[in-house]
């Protein structure tokens, strides 16, 4: 049997090359049809999303433990581990692939197991147990460090030891669509007295990937590189929302806490780690060598493009304003999971771990509006004459991802959000 | 019928004055007999528990869901809301009262719910949605920043503003006896050119109270301050363990991460607010005045005496080494929650939110050994000459609080850990 991630591989649904969803791809996602059926685990594939739970029932699909596919999230099927996650993708590989009549000639299941995605909602695809946010982009670190403490100031210390991280709340992870209120807060720029409270007026966005912990870890023990990395279910594009004004009033000495607590979004489907083992690549040389319990035997990194599009209500389609790759980041996500769980932290199946602002090396490739406006000095200039140094209301933001193969791509769709007004 | 809080209530069970669980009390817990029986719900009476769930199967209580006290965490019954938590703690007073003979004469019934103390096993007794952790005993803070950085910026601007936290790590909350385990992690004293990674050497408690959030909000609103205290379900007693030297190397600029996400612990038993009621006062006086939306109309402090012992492996029992009171807090826990919520964070049943260290304002009421040893200049002598500024392996601390009423406590049991040697 070919792998499911064999280039030539097809299902018997067309995927145009462009789909970020070929059968080369299979990513998890929780919906539901809009006829009313509950919310269920499925999969998506080309314009259409598998119900896997239809499949369960149907005696399709065995993962040793019925009804995982028929709640609202996929943390019972995390649950179950690396090779259950391995077996279920190539069963459901062999389900629709071009040459197998078992599901393409069986109209009738088809038609249950088979639903446009036109017709679906999509939810948050996981019951997220904890949010940790990185910081993990050199070029990231480096031009807020500029732009606060200036050139040779710019990282701190302890950035090139360790990926440095804080705890976020996992409360307001949401799923792509759902609206962003602008958040209220305490704020004090530098000419300020004292502080008042109000709508934040700083707000910008942080393009990330997050990954989702599959496996737990328990209380006390450390992590090898090659336990981290099985315990990795898959990846999402996250958007870290961002209150400025808020975060920098606030942030000294214990972190940001009011400034990221009001959303984060992700997109709706998770790609597996599998899905995306042909896009491997090393990262950027790590200088000084990473202490032992950091050191990687393999290439970690992944070759993932990444594009942002800005879109006011005066817009019908979104600007680019950022084009990236998540191969830049310099510390990667075994190496995040390794530290995180180093002083015996324990992790929890349904763990979201954020990677840190994406930023690369040129200056289109910058992941937030602190660093493309630099800090509100050069507003980004948008069709029609408007100008945009943080984001106003109404203002959408629109995240997209994918690896590109030879004639197909490993996509992640799309992680969407509107600022509602400040209440 | 008198108020669960009256003074004058006896219990047919015979409580000693200096009990922790007189019926004025009647904490929430979970436990489990020797006997084998799956972890549920009980309140704590004198040296007895008793069994909710066994008082609910027999119809003796009912808060309109059955098996609501069945469970293995108290969320359930959290979720019910104040009017339920209210009336179903009259209705455990009633059932417990010296003058009705429902329980106290059906020998049967008595012998299947009232479990001696002794033969049972105590649980973590919620589901820990979040964890939030909080600095905002002005003494801490001001001793903590006279340490570090002098007299004259000893609180940081934002300090007198709000309530300064963080969000800690939910997956190591753990309930009282658990042993923690101490952490490894990146260590780079000032003396050293590069960090190393390894067993940390300033291993630290801090004496803190938690409150339990009873009852959700939604993200994009905000809390009054009487929104707030509606959620508050009941208090804990905590223990934030702490790794000075982790922490240091790490916290800049993102705040605390592995220094303190290897373990927190909480006393077994929930005393809910409403118990806590008779012990209100006002905290100290706030200057500046708080943000309009901090400001608070009612005393939202208690006056609560709080121990802290510490055992050593050679010692038999516990020296006292702080006495202090939770009434000294600067930020009461309302405005700790309404501060939370501000940005439009929403709010879980099941959150945990830790005070802060509390220290008070004299030498002997400090509440972390960073401040006891004066950052490990002024050792703690022991009996039989041994000294400690921070904790060894084999080290128990043992922290106790209470509230004096006239002729009876309303009391928290104690909250213990001892610490296991690095692996």
Redesign the interface.
């Known amino acids: 049997m070919p792998h499911p991630n064999d280039p030539k591989l097809r299902s018997f649904i067309d995927v145009d090359a462009t789909s970020d969803f070929p059968i080369q791809n299979l990513p998890y996602g929780v919906f539901s049809s809009k006829d009313g059926l509950a919310p269920r685990v499925g999969v998506a594939i080309g314009n259409y999303v598998l119900d896997l739970w239809e499949l369960e029932q149907d005696s399709r699909l065995d993962v040793g433990a019925l009804g995982v596919f028929a709640g609202p999230t996929l943390n019972a099927f995390m649950a179950l581990g690396p090779k259950v996650w391995s077996q279920t993708r190539a069963r459901i590989s062999e389900l629709l692939r071009h040459d197998n009549p078992e599901l393409r000639d069986n109209s009738e299941l088809r038609s249950r197991a088979l639903v446009p995605m036109a017709n679906v909602k999509l939810y948050l695809p996981i019951a997220v ?2 949010y940790t946010d990185f ?1 993990s982009s050199r070029e990231h670190a480096t031009n807020v460090g500029v732009m606060f403490r200036g050139k040779d100031n710019a990282l ?1 210390p ?1 950035w090139l ?2 990926p ?9 992870v ?1 799923v792509s669509g759902t609206k962003v ?1 602008r ?4 704020l ?1 720029p530098p000419t300020a007295e ?4 109000g709508a934040c007026k700083r707000l910008d966005f942080e393009l990330e990937m997050g990954f989702v912990v599959g496996q737990p870890s328990k ?4 992590l090898t590189e090659s336990q981290a990395e099985e315990m990795i279910f898959g990846f999402v594009i996250l958007n870290d929302w961002s ?1 400025r004004d ?1 975060q920098q ?11 990221k ?3 984060t979004s992700i997109s709706p489907w998770i790609v597996t780690r599998e899905a995306l083992e042909p896009f491997r690549v090393h990262g950027p040389a790590q200088d ?1 060598a990473p ?3 950091l050191k990687q035997a393999q290439a970690n990194n992944y070759d993932l493009q990444l594009d942002v599009g800005l879109r006011t209500p005066a817009m019908n389609e979104a600007m680019r304003i950022s084009r990236t790759n998540f191969k830049y980041m310099y510390w990667s996500s075994v190496q995040q999971l390794v ?2 769980a ?7 199946v349904g ?1 979201v771990l954020g990677s840190g602002t994406i930023s690369g090396p040129d200056k289109d490739a910058r992941g937030s509006l602190l660093e493309i406006s630099w800090n509100g000095t050069e507003p980004i200039e948008l069709p029609g004459g408007a100008k945009r140094t943080f984001l106003e209301d109404g203002d959408s933001l629109v995240m997209r991802g994918w690896c590109q193969g030879d004639g197909y791509r490993v996509g992640f769709g799309e992680v969407e959000g509107t600022i ?1 007004p400040a ?1």
């Not at 958040?183 to 305490?186: A, L, N, S």
């Not at 209380?219 to 450390?222: T, V, Y």
């Open positions: 147990a904890g910081y701190q302890n030891h360790m440095i991280g804080y705890n976020g709340r996992a409360s307001t949401v209120r958040p209220r807060g305490q004090k004292v502080p008042s409270f209380m006390g023990e450390m209150a808020i009033w606030e942030y000294v000495p214990l972190g940001p806490f009011q400034g607590a009001f959303g000084p202490l032992p319990y530290h995180h180093s002083s015996g932290c324990a992790m929890n763990d509602l209440e």
